[in-house]
């Protein structure tokens, strides 16, 4: 897909050096609502760079990031923090405030950004923690959750503000693949019920499948092939081939 | 080397200044200023008060020691009450705070920054400059001035604690006399630079709590950086400001 008025996510030509290393180099991909694109490629090929450039964590050397039509690319941190409450990020770690429960996590974005009482936010709380089979956990310390268990309150906090865009990185990083899988139904089940646009970063091939209406490919900070699962199935190239067909589990 | 010092002290003095900027740009986290207040400054009261009045038990033997040779014992309370206030309880209040503060504050901005959570929070659309570091640099700015002036009571209560055991003093007599060479132009710019020293420990620490790098090895180091630049700076800052009231409020 080109670079259109209707992408939810797009980026134009962006470019990404840390000191000597190019770790992105010239990517355009554009997103459109409603979609879901699953980012392959071998570990350190800019994966998860390209997706912080999406909600503006990073900032490209060269090029452009459009949500929604808005260019980000040099917005200042108010402008930032608007477009923002448009977009969840899953981070691969969850990223959970260490020092509040699981709740006050799933809670924070809902006291920052709107303007429900109390009981509403314990109420929306607790519906978020029920879709991800936490709804006993919300008491609980980060510490004391399992990784998988980490992971679905980072969705569940993720998707407090009901987000249109949800950026995912690697969401079945570490976790067992019944854990994974069931990861992948929430997914799934958030992109059939509330439209919501997914970009996911991932290792993990049957992951992958699942989730992605389309497949890019990064390799050395280029996009290598593109395309949905079954076209990249039948890609000759070696590279995507031996990515394709390996049973890859993150 | 010296490059790279002049550039991290460049870095600190844009971080810093944006603190200041943004201390009084709207909205403001009453909130969690207020957490900080608490955590920084309630938590530090026992450490203070405790080590106040150590010092003031160990500044009076020494006086003692001191004046006695010349027959001035009369001039003790008055001596460890100007000394207290005007040098040692700020002092003593800064580097015992940089070190329960600092520390604190490098430690745990470090711990989020490597464990993604001040990315987490400027995902979540709030400011994590505002929310994690112009809050603490807040409360340490008010916790200061205030922690310091219960070092120089509880030092003045270890003070008449020694004077009492050996002369038996009684509590008000031993206050009158403490304070009677003891003027507002004493305590006033000597208690209020703490706020300085308050700002120093808060910048230093969350500028290497928020830059670290490298996992948990990076937080340790942010943390034990953050004790003695906090420290060193505040040592440095304390010689300008001593000057600056001499300047403003000759002896």
């Known amino acids: 897909m080109s670079g259109s008025d209707a992408a939810a996510v797009e980026l134009r030509h962006v470019?990404?050096?840390?000191?000597?290393?190019?770790?992105?180099?010239?990517?355009?991909?554009?997103v459109a609502a409603g979609r879901s694109?699953?980012?392959l490629g071998r570990s350190g090929t800019g994966k998860s760079v390209a997706l912080k450039h999406m909600v503006g964590l990073l900032r490209p050397d060269a090029g452009q990031v459009l949500i929604e039509g808005e260019d980000i690319t040099?917005?200042?941190?108010?402008?930032?923090?608007?477009?923002r409450r448009r977009i969840g990020f899953l981070f691969q770690n969850a990223a959970l405030f260490d020092s509040i429960s699981v709740g006050g996590n799933v809670a924070f974005p809902l006291q920052r950004h709107t303007a429900l009482d109390r009981a509403a936010i314990r109420a929306r709380v607790g519906e978020l923690l029920l879709a991800v089979g936490l709804a006993r956990e919300h008491d609980k310390m980060p510490a004391d959750l399992s990784g998988g268990m980490r992971k679905r309150a980072g969705l569940a906090r993720a998707l407090a503000l009901d987000p249109a865009i949800l950026l995912v990185d690697e969401p079945s990083a570490g976790l067992d693949p019944i854990t994974a899988g069931e990861i992948d139904q929430l997914l799934v089940g958030l992109k059939q019920r509330a439209g919501t646009t997914l970009v996911v970063v991932t290792h993990n091939i049957p992951s992958a499948r699942t989730l992605a209406d389309e497949i890019v490919f990064l390799h050395e900070g280029r996009i290598?092939?593109?395309g949905s699962p079954d076209e990249l199935d039948r890609l000759p190239e070696p590279l995507v081939r031996a990515f394709m067909r390996s049973a890859g589990t993150g | 080397m010296p490059t790279l010092l002049l550039a991290a002290a460049g870095d600190w003095a844009l971080f810093a200044g944006r603190a200041i900027r943004d201390m009084v740009r709207p909205p403001y986290e009453v909130h969690e200023t207020l957490r900080h207040l608490f955590e920084l400054g309630c938590r530090s009261v026992p450490l203070i008060a405790t080590s106040g009045f150590a010092v003031g038990v160990v500044m009076s033997m020494h006086t003692r020691s001191s004046l006695a040779r010349f027959g001035a014992e009369a001039l003790i309370p008055a001596g460890l009450g100007i000394a207290l206030v005007r040098e040692t309880g700020p002092l003593t209040a800064g580097l015992l705070l940089s070190g329960r503060i600092g520390a604190g504050i490098g430690a745990e901005l470090g711990a989020m920054k490597v464990s993604e959570q001040i990315d987490a929070l400027e995902a979540l659309a709030v400011d994590s400059f505002k929310f994690l570091v112009v809050t603490r640099v807040v409360a340490c700015v008010i916790a200061l001035p205030i922690l310091t002036s219960l070092m120089n009571f509880t030092g003045m209560l270890g003070g008449y604690a020694a004077e009492h055991a050996i002369t038996g003093v009684p509590l008000g007599t031993y206050f009158d006399q403490a304070f009677s060479l003891v003027q507002f132009s004493d305590l006033i710019p000597a208690t209020l630079k703490t706020a300085v020293f308050g700002f120093l420990i808060a910048t230093v620490s969350s500028y290497l709590g928020v830059n670290t790098r490298g996992g948990t090895e990076g937080v340790g180091l942010a943390s034990t950086r953050s004790v003695v630049l906090s420290s060193l700076a505040l040592i440095v800052a304390n010689v300008v400001l001593v000057r600056m009231i001499f300047f403003f409020y000759p002896a």
């Open chain 1, 15 to 30: 470019t990404k050096r840390f000191g000597s290393r190019q770790v992105l180099d010239d990517i355009s991909l554009a």
């Open chain 1, 37 to 39: 694109v699953c980012i």
């Open chain 1, 74 to 83: 040099d917005m200042n941190s108010r402008e930032l923090s608007r477009v």
């Open chain 1, 224 to 226: 290598h092939a593109r």
